[in-house]
């Protein structure tokens, strides 16, 4: 750093070429190191964190440059900094949130998440606030993307429950396809005529995927008898006199809208082959 005992011109000479020298190892660590690594989220958390350090060490040597006394110097910051702190409490309070979010990861970039009433996909996790790209919405139904954005400070994080619908362990959600059909349907036919269906398409997928899921919650408390490798049928008594046949099945939460449009003709297709089986709601009795 810049001696106290030099002059203003050679202090600044000297701050400058610290500050070349620093965005320089910035440059060269983000090219050179972290353009290397493969995970987007990580790299781009890492770039944020050097972004971040590096900031503070250039006001460290502008400081130093500044003041040749460093008490004056820290003692004006801290000044500064108390009433900067009290003029905008929930920038701060977005930027601990920030340090928060980084580490207990309740979301990163690319995550699927919900938050309050947002629902979308992390594409920024700024130092105040973030951003996701949102899906469904006011004005479609689905998994579709709107087209719209949304921001929100991170200080949201701290007082919202959040859903992570896509976090590292196990990036599945379990999802339903439901049909009403009548009291004097062939329930045996339409479960087998699902499962079949359905395990032709997701089968040996799913039983990857649910051994996953096993194998995470024999690390917990959690009853794990109920969990089924392949794709299972349940029926229940629907409130205006059907039964809704339901098959369910594990899918990434990216594919669940275009797996239920793949899978809904053939499931239709298939169970109409024996209308005196599967009867379904027709005319005023829809």
Do not use: C
């Given at each position: 750093?810049?001696?106290?005992?030099?002059?203003?011109?050679?202090?600044?000479?000297?701050?400058g070429?610290?500050?070349?020298?620093?965005?320089?190892?910035?440059?060269?660590?983000?090219?050179?190191?972290?353009a290397?690594?493969?995970?987007?989220?990580?790299?781009?958390?890492l770039?944020?964190?050097?972004?971040?350090?590096?900031?503070?060490?250039?006001?460290?040597?502008?400081?130093?440059?500044?003041?040749?006394?460093?008490?004056?110097?820290?003692?004006?910051?801290?000044?500064?900094?108390?009433?900067?702190?009290?003029?905008?409490?929930?920038?701060?309070?977005?930027?601990?949130?920030?340090?928060?979010?980084?580490?207990?990861?309740?979301?990163?970039v690319g995550?699927?998440?919900?938050?309050?009433?947002?629902?979308?996909?992390?594409?920024?996790?700024?130092y105040?606030?973030?951003?996701?790209?949102?899906?469904g919405?006011?004005?479609?139904?689905?998994?579709?993307?709107?087209?719209?954005?949304?921001?929100?400070?991170?200080?949201?994080?701290?007082?919202?429950?959040?859903?992570?619908?896509?976090?590292?362990?196990?990036?599945?959600?379990?999802?339903?396809?439901?049909?009403?059909?009548?009291?004097?349907?062939?329930?045996?036919?339409?479960?087998?005529?699902?499962?079949?269906?359905?395990?032709?398409?997701l089968?040996?997928?799913?039983?990857?995927?649910?051994?996953?899921?096993?194998?995470?919650?024999?690390?917990?408390?959690?009853?794990?008898?109920?969990?089924?490798?392949?794709?299972?049928?349940?029926?229940?008594?629907?409130?205006?006199?059907?039964?809704?046949?339901?098959?369910?099945?594990?899918?990434?939460?990216?594919?669940?809208?275009?797996?239920?449009?793949?899978?809904?003709p053939?499931?239709?297709?298939?169970?109409?082959?024996?209308?005196d089986?599967?009867?379904?709601?027709?005319?005023?009795?829809?």
């Amino acid at each position: 750093l810049p001696q106290p005992g030099a002059g203003i011109t050679e202090r600044f000479l000297r701050g400058g070429a610290l500050i070349v020298i620093m965005l320089t190892i910035a440059r060269a660590t983000s090219v050179y190191a972290l353009a290397r690594i493969e995970d987007a989220s990580t790299r781009f958390t890492l770039q944020r964190v050097m972004h971040l350090a590096v900031v503070l060490i250039i006001a460290v040597i502008v400081v130093s440059t500044i003041f040749v006394n460093w008490y004056a110097g820290l003692a004006a910051l801290g000044i500064g900094s108390i009433i900067i702190g009290l003029a905008v409490q929930p920038p701060m309070k977005s930027f601990i949130a920030w340090i928060y979010i980084l580490v207990r990861q309740p979301y990163r970039v690319g995550d699927r998440i919900k938050i309050g009433d947002a629902t979308g996909d992390v594409i920024d996790v700024g130092y105040l606030d973030t951003t996701l790209w949102e899906f469904g919405g006011q004005y479609i139904s689905g998994d579709h993307p709107s087209g719209r954005i949304i921001k929100f400070p991170n200080e949201k994080v701290l007082d919202e429950l959040v859903y992570n619908y896509s976090w590292p362990l196990f990036p599945y959600i379990w999802n339903e396809i439901k049909f009403q059909i009548a009291y004097q349907s062939d329930l045996k036919f339409v479960a087998e005529t699902m499962q079949q269906i359905v395990e032709k398409e997701l089968g040996e997928e799913m039983m990857e995927r649910v051994e996953v899921f096993r194998d995470l919650l024999a690390r917990t408390p959690v009853d794990e008898l109920e969990v089924r490798s392949r794709p299972r049928v349940i029926f229940r008594v629907d409130e205006v006199t059907w039964i809704d046949a339901i098959v369910r099945y594990l899918v990434s939460p990216r594919e669940a809208g275009s797996i239920k449009t793949r899978l809904i003709p053939k499931l239709l297709a298939a169970l109409n082959t024996q209308p005196d089986k599967v009867m379904f709601p027709a005319g005023a009795n829809r």
